[in-house]
């Protein structure tokens, strides 16, 4: 499921839909980690989103499945 909080939808995938999600302010600061190569990067969709609201990271970490105590 994915929660839309601008248009208050609620999308359900289909059974083979898969999300995956990178975080990576700067490229320059994507040390560390191998880049996808062209041809794989090519096979998704890339999606921005320039900032979250407080609440919605933290409805996303308390949604996670290893909770996260209230004092993080």
């Not at 601008?6 to 490229?27: A, H, K, M, P, V």
């Amino acid at each position: 499921e994915l929660y839309l909080s601008e248009t208050n939808q609620l999308i359900n995938g289909d059974e083979c839909f898969q999300l995956f999600e990178r975080e990576s302010w700067d490229d320059e600061q994507y040390t560390g980690r191998k880049r996808l190569s062209g041809r794989f990067h090519n096979r998704f969709i890339e999606l921005d989103f320039n900032y979250l609201l407080e609440y919605e990271l933290e409805i996303i970490i308390e949604k996670k499945k290893y909770q996260l105590p209230k004092t993080y």
